[in-house]
Every structure is written in C-alpha cells, then in structure tokens.
C-alpha cells in the first residue's frame, strides 16, 4: 500500500474517531510476530482478532478439508521443502499486490491442509536451498494463475508490518524441515516473501538460531530477490540443494568493512542504484526434479474463472518487461546477472507510484520491487 492510500487511511480514521468518539487504534496489544501457535492442535480461528485501523483479518487459520478449495481464505502457510511449500497470493484475479498485501491468502503445492492449490503449469522453475539457518525458495511463476496482475511487479510479505499485524493480517506460517518427522511443524516466526514480476523468493528461518530476524531481515522491501534472498534460481530447472548461508539481506563488505546497506525513503523517490552486488552463497548436493514429478498432485488444478488465457507468464515476457533484457530469460540466472543499475523505469498502478525495474538485469529475480508500505 502506499503512503497516500495510508495517510487516506488514517484521514478516515481520524474522521470516523470524530464521528464515533471510538479511538481506532492502529497496533495490537501483541504483535503478530510474538504470537505462538503450536500446529495444529493451537491454532485460533484467526491469529489477529483485532478491529483496528486496518479491519480486520480477511481469512482465517483452521483450515481443513471443508476449506480445501480455490476459494479457500486460509492464511496459515508452510515451507517445507521443493515439492511441499506455500506462496502468498490474492483473493481474486487480476489483483496487484500492493492493493492486496493485508488479505493475501495461501496458495500451496500439496493438497491436504486446506488450502488453494497452485494450478498446474504455474511453476516454471523453483530452486529450493537448505542452509544452517533458513529454508529457502526462489522460483518464476506465472503469477496470473495465482490471482496477480500480469505486470505487477509485485511486493513484500512478511509477520511485521507497520502496524505489527503482518502482511497478510494474521498470516501464520510453520515448516516441518527442522523436524525429524515430516508430521512434526515449528511455527516460523521470522519469514519473508516477495512476489510479483513473474517470481518469487520465500524464506523460513529456523526460530531456534540467534539470527533468524536478520537473515529474514524485513525492511528491505524494495530491492527484491536478487538483495533479499540471493539465488541461483533458472528458469526451467527444479532443483533442490543444500546451501551455505547468505550475507544478512543489506549487509555487504567493501575495501575489508562490512557496510549495512539503508533503504531510502519512498520521499526520496526511485531507488536508481544499489552498492553492492548480493553474494550468491555456495551450494551442494543438488538433486535435480521434473516439475511433472514433484507437482503431480496440481495436475488437475485450474487457473479462478476470470484469469484470462495465459498472455504472461513466460519469462521473456518480464524480462523484456524489465527494459533491457540482454539474455534469453530462460538461461538467465537470477542471482548472479549483474545490473548495471544504470537506469530506472517506473511502472506499476495507481496505487503504487514507485515500482522501479532496473535495466541490466536480464532476469525478474534482479527486479527492484515495488514499496510496500509496511515493510
Ligand atoms: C474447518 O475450518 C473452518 C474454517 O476455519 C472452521 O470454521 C471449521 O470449524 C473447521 N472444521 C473442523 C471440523 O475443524
Ligand atoms: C518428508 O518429506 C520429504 C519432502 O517431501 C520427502 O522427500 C521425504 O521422503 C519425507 N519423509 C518421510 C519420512 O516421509
């Protein structure tokens, strides 16, 4: 959302606090993040119960086989591993993701926790990566299957927010990759998301080591993938590997210091260059999959009436799309292309005046996002 739909939030809620002498309040009593559930046996209804400057949450947590379908508003999400995981995505086709950040429900690879689906096809290419910290995943999508706008280039999930409610409002996540048993889940209490530009990159961090908020640093909303989760990710390829840890998001080391990258404001306008390139960490051990194999059960599933015949979705299509795609998209690999950042072009709605794409990088991976306002 962007800061002028929010300041026309807090108008109207400065003006309905005039009406109803009623103070909307903006924060929870508990951030969401602070919120544990164990699953499924203490999962709520809903996690945020709140009535709040923002509503209230759009789905709901208990999800089971009665909210197993593509209609479902189940908000409690996994990553588990490259043939079980779990994106976020809008209610309805043709939404952008930065109208829809608050309301944003799961979509997943494996029937069975009442959930949507992904449709079949969707995937085009998924690079799933354990490492001592986190689980990761990065993969092309084409995103009008799962409801987003063909062209929007998207933006940031994560359990924070401004308002500390997460974006989606009550979104839960959990993994069962630090379990010995795949029946086992842990609640994954730091986790980001960015979607859009036909691609994505989730990342889970294991609650139980000290860094997890700093590898699932949050308020780098604007600089992607390629910053936020470096990635070998290719178009085309389904692969599952172990992997070192990556840098903290916006840490680097230059001339022997080690520097902390700072966002700048959306006041300050586009975002035309970035210091540093990300360091793509090594990996290992790489077992390589057909999408038919692992995604068997999605064969069936189909795109919401109302998704128009796919004219997205290629790879080509975004990278052409961002400006000046110099490789074929589909050998292109997402992490390691290095951007010129020798210009911008701003694109994306009228609620979301600032997405940037910066020309060079020839894959969606190294595309800037848009801002999102809570970050
Ligand atoms: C299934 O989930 C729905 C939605 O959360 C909930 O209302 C319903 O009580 C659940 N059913 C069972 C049997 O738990
Ligand atoms: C757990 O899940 C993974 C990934 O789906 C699978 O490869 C593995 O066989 C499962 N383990 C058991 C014990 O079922």
């Known amino acids: 959302m962007s800061p002028v739909a929010l300041s026309a939030l807090f108008v109207a809620a400065a003006a309905s606090l005039v009406q109803a002498q009623n103070p909307v309040a903006t924060f929870p009593a508990t951030p969401l993040a602070s919120k544990h559930f164990a699953y499924p046996s203490g999962i709520p209804y809903q996690a945020d119960s709140e009535q709040l400057i923002r509503g209230t949450q759009t789905g709901y947590n208990i999800c089971n086989s009665?909210?197993?379908?593509?209609n479902s508003l189940c908000q409690t999400s996994f990553v588990n591993s490259i043939d079980d995981f779990c994106l976020w995505a809008p209610?309805?086709?043709?939404?952008?993701?930065?109208?829809?950040?608050?309301?944003?429900v799961a979509w997943c690879t494996k029937p069975g926790r009442g959930t949507r689906l992904i449709p079949a096809d969707a995937l085009k290419g998924v690079e799933f990566t354990r490492t001592p910290d986190y689980l990761q995943v990065v993969g092309f999508i084409d995103q009008t299957k799962i409801n987003i706008a063909d062209g929007?280039?998207?933006g940031e999930l994560d359990p924070h927010g401004a308002d500390l409610r997460g974006n989606p409002l009550g979104g839960l996540?959990?993994?069962?990759?630090w379990s010995n048993d795949n029946?086992?889940?842990t609640q994954v209490i730091e986790w980001h998301n960015f979607m859009g530009g036909n691609g994505f990159c989730i990342k889970v961090c294991d609650p139980s080591k000290t860094h997890a908020a700093d590898f699932c640093q949050h308020t780098l909303d604007r600089i992607g993938c390629k910053y936020n989760a470096p990635n070998a990710a290719q178009s085309g390829v389904f692969q599952s590997c172990q992997g070192d840890n990556q840098d903290f998001p916006g840490v680097y080391t230059t001339n022997g210091a080690t520097v902390t990258y700072s966002q700048p404001p959306e006041s300050l306008g586009a975002i035309t260059s970035?210091?540093?390139?990300?360091?793509?960490?090594?990996?290992?051990?790489?077992?390589t999959y057909t999408s038919s194999a692992l995604y068997a059960a999605l064969a069936n599933v189909t795109p919401a009436p109302g998704v128009s015949a796919s004219s997205s979705g290629s790879v080509s299509a975004s990278a052409s799309a961002s400006g000046s795609a110099s490789g074929s998209?589909?050998?292109?690999?997402?992490g390691t292309s290095s951007g010129s950042a020798a210009g911008s072009s701003a694109t994306g709605n009228s609620n979301d005046a600032s997405v940037i794409v910066m020309s060079g990088l020839v894959s969606v991976m190294g595309v800037i996002f848009s801002a999102i306002f809570l970050s």
């Open 66 to 70: 009665t909210t197993e379908n593509q």
């Open 91 to 104: 209610i309805k086709p043709n939404s952008a993701i930065a109208d829809t950040e608050g309301e944003e």
């Open 152 to 154: 929007d280039f998207g």
């Open 274 to 287: 970035i210091p540093y390139e990300p360091r793509v960490p090594a990996s290992s051990n790489c077992v």
């Open 329 to 334: 998209g589909s050998s292109s690999r997402p």
């Open 183 to 185: 029946n086992s889940f």
């Open 173 to 177: 996540m959990y993994s069962n990759g």
